[in-house]
Every structure is written in C-alpha cells, then in structure tokens.
C-alpha cells in the first residue's frame, strides 16, 4: 500500500459542505459535520456515529485496505476535575472519526488529470475494477425498482425542487427549466429501455457518488474511496448511472476525450449494450447533482461555487440535448440523395437507419438488391403496399425509440398522411421529429438515377417525373440542397438536428 509520501505535509485539514478530514502522517481522520440537509441528516452524534459505521462497512467492499475503523474522541465532562492527583478525570466520547490510510494527494485522478499526465492505462484499470464491482454487487427487488422509469423521474424531480431556491439566483432559469423539461421527455418515452434494464439486472447497490477527487491511481492499482452512504435508495443505481458520474467529472476538468474513453471501457469490460442516449441522460443526471451541492455550498458561504454551479448545470443540459431521442423523416424525390443524406446522419450520430427501399422488399419476400421495376403506383408500388410499408418503417421505429435509439428514416414521403402517423409516433414515444426534404436539380437527380450502381431502388426517371408531380407541399420540413457536396448537404442536416432538442416544446 502507496501511503503518504516523506515529502508530503505532515498534518493538514480538508474541509467539505458536510464534513472535516484531518491528515496526521500517514492516517486519515474524517468527521462528520453537525449539519441537516435536504438530502442527509447528521444532527446527532448517534446519527453521525451510524453513518461512520455505514461508511466504513460500504467503503470496504472497493477499498479494504484504506478504511481501517472508527475512533472515538473524549474529552472531559463539564465540570469535571482531577482532584486526586492521578491525573485522571471523568471523560465522555465527544465525537466519533472514521480511520483510514492517508493516500498519496498526487495519485489523485483529479490531479493527474490537472497535470496532464497520461491517464488512460490507469482509466482502464478504474473501468475494470468497476465493472468487476457491480457485477457481484448486491441486487433484489428493492435495488431493482430503484431503475425503474418511476424511481428516476423521482430522482430527478427532488434535485429539481432542491435547486428551486437557486432559480433565477444562482442558476439561470432558462437553463433550469431547459433540464427539467429534457430529463422528464426522456424519461417519459423509454419505458422499454428501463424495462430492459431492470430485466437484465443492471440495476446495482453501487458507489453513488464516484468523482476524480476519491479515486487514486496507485501502482498495485486503483483505490475507489467515500461511496454514498448517508441514503441508500440514492446509492441503487443502474451501473451506467453510477460511472457516468466520473465521466461527467472528467469532462468537468476539461478531459471530454478521457470521459468517453473511460466510458467506452466500462462498457466494454461489463458488456453493457446501453444506447449512447442514456449514457448522456446520466451524465446529465449527474452534473446537476454536482449543480445542486454546488448552490448549497455558495449557500454555505462558498462564492466561487456559483460559477461551479452554473457550469454542471450547462453540462447537464448539453447532454440532455445531445441525449434527446429523435425520429428523423429524410424525405425526397429519386435521385435527390436522401438515402446517402439519411445514412451519412445515421452514421454521424449513432442513430438507426431504416430504408423504404430495402424494408419494401423486405416485406414482399424479396432480395433487397434485386430489382422489382413497376410503373408508377403498380406493382409492390401500389398505394396499399406503400401504406403497409410506412405501418412497419414505424412500428420499428417505435420499438427502437421506446428503447432509447434515435431513428432516421430514409423514404419519400411525398404522402401527407404517412407524416401525420409519424409525427403521431413522435408524439407518444416522447421523441423528438426532425424533418428534412433532400432538393437537387432535375438534372442532378436524373444523371444519379441512371448512374447509380446496383441499389434496393427501382425508380426511374419517369416514376420520378410522376412523383414529382403528385407530390404536395411538405412546409415543416427544412430543404436541404443535395447537389453540392455531401459533406455540406450533412453539415446542414447536422444543425437542424442539434437544434431540434433546444427548440422542441413539451407536448400537451
């Protein structure tokens, strides 16, 4: 075990919102501070003195060899004096202090990060050891309904009504109600998702409270200290939840790049198949935590928490808009590019694509790379089979928006009624719609139609010229040119969907 180095200071003191730890050589003394909060109440020496013995029992499950016990502080009674020579006198047990190895502060992630010191190996090995962690931690019913949509929404709203005093004082309030509107959306839409992880038992007595500043990077490996101990139910997490919150204090230091990487690792030592939306949820989740405790402490007299304050919070809200659960329709006559254009945006966020083209086949029995040539409106071209075609592009998008996956759809949708039912999906999976008509010339459209390769569509330029003349108005949607270059036709596309999270209003 790496302890305090000959170099370090002797004794030191660190203070925080709740507590004081006292570093005397080579041990570490923590107490806990007489204070109640809304979310923890250590107003009486027995209520400290359980939350000791509680802290000790769960910090041993990551870190045995660093939280060795409890002592206790006496000091003498009132009133009390040696009148015997002795030297002795009548003591009572003033406090109680939890005991532990004092860890080398430059070992800290924090300051490796700060330091620019390479920080991947030991990243990989805090993944590791996480995963390993919540794959034997404890689970049960109790554990489990705490990752249930219901258990969330509730998290979610009790930070909200916690941070309410900072509205408007502290925290801007555009930016508050901006969280609250994009975490209960998302929420509100992904029953399937929570179902899926409650069944797959993700949900886990974890940390509850993992940050850079409590992880310690050491030679024989990482020490993973001060778990959450004061609430369980805050401690009963899905495991993603729980290390999204160092990926968010990575990113918090400046490191987005380290956040992912340790994020990525996480999920690949633990086999985790979450959607990346609802890896964004929970670093949002987490970063207005981190905005919460940061008011209470400007509250405590801390004036630089304000800006710490405001910058978790404008954290949480990127990543809910960035974790926002779209339907994207690219729409378009033949030619105009919008199957390249849908799948560029697939490719670009980590959505989904669903084909027309392909799925049409798909339903018939057929090849999707095979051609099925028809006239206009005949053939698997026919209003009914088209009509069934839209009925499967999104019932299959549904299923994959109430799991947390973005769609895009690739298809004309030339038809009115076809973009009614889905801005209807949209509506009830709580997603958000993005609409894009791909536009090329005529001359544009005509020369890819007969030059392109071996695809899954039959069109030609005459069902294009027909199309184009059955084709309504479709003013919601945003133009986007095609015949440029791809690149630009998908920068464009890009903004409209990074806008559409900001801009979307709750459905009522």
């Given amino acids: ?17 709740v507590g004081v730890v006292f570093l005397v050589g080579d041990r570490a003394y923590k107490l806990k501070k007489p204070v109640r909060t809304g979310f923890l109440d250590f107003s009486t020496p027995d209520r400290r003195l359980a939350a000791c013995r509680r802290e000790l029992e769960l910090n041993r499950r990551l870190a045995p060899d660093v939280y060795l016990g409890i002592s206790d502080v006496s000091a003498p009674h009132d009133g009390a004096q040696d009148r015997s020579g002795s030297g002795d006198a009548a003591t009572a047990t003033a406090e109680h202090l939890l005991v532990m190895r004092r860890m080398p502060g430059g070992r800290r992630l924090s300051a490796l990060v700060r330091a ?4 991947t190996g030991p990243l990989r090995e805090v993944a590791r050891l996480m995963a390993g962690f919540h794959a034997s931690a404890e689970r049960g019913p109790r554990i489990t309904a705490e990752g249930g949509p219901e258990a969330l929404r509730r998290r979610w709203t009790d930070n909200l009504e916690q ?59 990482p020490r993973v200290l001060d778990c959450l101990e004061f609430d369980d139910q805050l401690r009963f997490v899905d495991g993603l939840d729980d290390v999204a919150f160092l ?47 940061a008011c209470l402490r400007h509250e ?30 690219v729409g378009g006559l033949p030619g105009t590019g919008k199957t390249t254009l849908g799948g560029g945006l697939a490719d670009r966020f980590g959505a989904v694509l669903l084909s027309s083209d392909r799925i049409r086949k798909e339903l018939a029995g057929l090849d999707p790379t095979l051609p099925a040539a028809a006239g206009y409106r ?38 009115a009624g076809h973009r009614h039912a889905a801005e209807a999906l949209a509506h009830r999976t709580h997603s958000d719609l993005v609409r894009l008509q791909c536009r090329a010339t005529a001359e544009t459209a005509g020369r890819r139609i007969l030059t392109r390769g071996p695809t899954a569509s039959d069109a030609t330029p005459a069902v294009a010229t027909a199309m184009a003349t059955d084709a309504g108005l479709w003013p919601e949607a945003v133009a986007i040119p095609t015949s440029g270059s791809i690149e630009d036709s998908l920068d464009r596309a890009a903004a409209v969907w990074r806008l559409t999270a900001a801009r979307t209003t709750t459905h009522r």
């Fill in 300 to 329: 405590q007299g801390d004036p630089p928490a304000a800006e710490d304050a405001t910058g978790y919070a404008e954290l949480a809200q990127r990543h809910l808009q960035d974790g926002a659960v779209r339907l994207a329709l």
């Fill in 163 to 221: 941070a309410k005093a900072f509205r408007g004082r502290v925290l801007s309030e555009a930016v508050v109600d901006s969280i609250a509107r994009l975490a209960l959306r998302f929420i509100d839409g992904r029953g399937e998702l929570f179902a899926d992880r409650q069944a797959h038992d993700r949900i886990v007595d974890g940390h509850g409270d993992l940050i850079a500043e409590d992880v310690f990077c050491l030679d024989d490996g």
């Fill in 116 to 119: 620019g010191d390479p920080a």
């Fill in 1 to 17: 075990m790496v302890t305090a180095p000959p170099t370090a200071e002797f004794a030191a003191v660190r203070e925080t919102h």
């Fill in 247 to 293: 990926a968010m204090d990575l990113e918090r230091l400046g490191r987005p790049d380290l956040a992912q990487l340790f994020l990525g690792a996480y999920v690949e030592f633990s086999g985790d198949p979450a959607p990346a939306a609802l890896r964004h949820h929970y670093v949002a989740y987490r970063a207005f935590v981190r905005a919460k405790v």
């Fill in 378 to 415: 005949q053939g698997l071209y026919t209003p009914e089979h088209t009509d069934t075609l839209y009925r499967e592009l999104l019932r299959r998008a549904g299923e994959l928006l109430g799991r947390g996956e973005s769609v895009v759809l690739d298809a004309s949708w030339a038809d």
